[in-house]
């Protein structure tokens, strides 16, 4: 039982940057090797991880624990990850612009003028 504990443990936590827990916005990218358009997304996440984005990489293949937990049918998808919860989802591929638009969802709902 503690080995169980252990590997959920590790499955939530590890698995996914401890910024998205801290409350920092974090871009999960769920990919394939053989994904012609997640292979065209490449410059656009190199982009935005030089500009301080945090991008967890996902490649479904090797990762089909955490593939199935986020309920992923098609790549590439992006997930935005703050204070461990899901912000919101994207599949297929985007723009940087729509990236970074989905980055800047505040966490705690929409402002209320």
Do not use: H
């Not at 190199?46 to 984005?53: D, N």
């Not at 997930?79 to 969802?105: C, H, P």
């Amino acid at each position: 039982m503690k080995t169980l504990c252990a590997q959920l443990v590790t499955a939530l936590f590890c698995s996914v940057p401890a910024l998205a827990i801290a409350g920092e916005a974090v871009l999960i990218e769920f990919t394939s090797t053989r994904c012609a358009p997640c292979q065209q997304m490449k410059p656009v996440l190199s982009e935005l991880a030089r500009s301080g984005v945090a991008i967890r990489s996902v490649d479904v293949d090797r990762e089909p624990e955490l593939t199935r937990r986020y309920g992923i049918q098609q790549t590439p998808t992006f997930i935005v990850v703050s204070n461990g919860k899901e912000l919101t989802r994207l599949v297929g591929r985007q723009a940087i612009d729509e990236l970074q638009a989905a980055l800047s969802i505040n966490p705690n709902g929409p402002w209320v003028n």
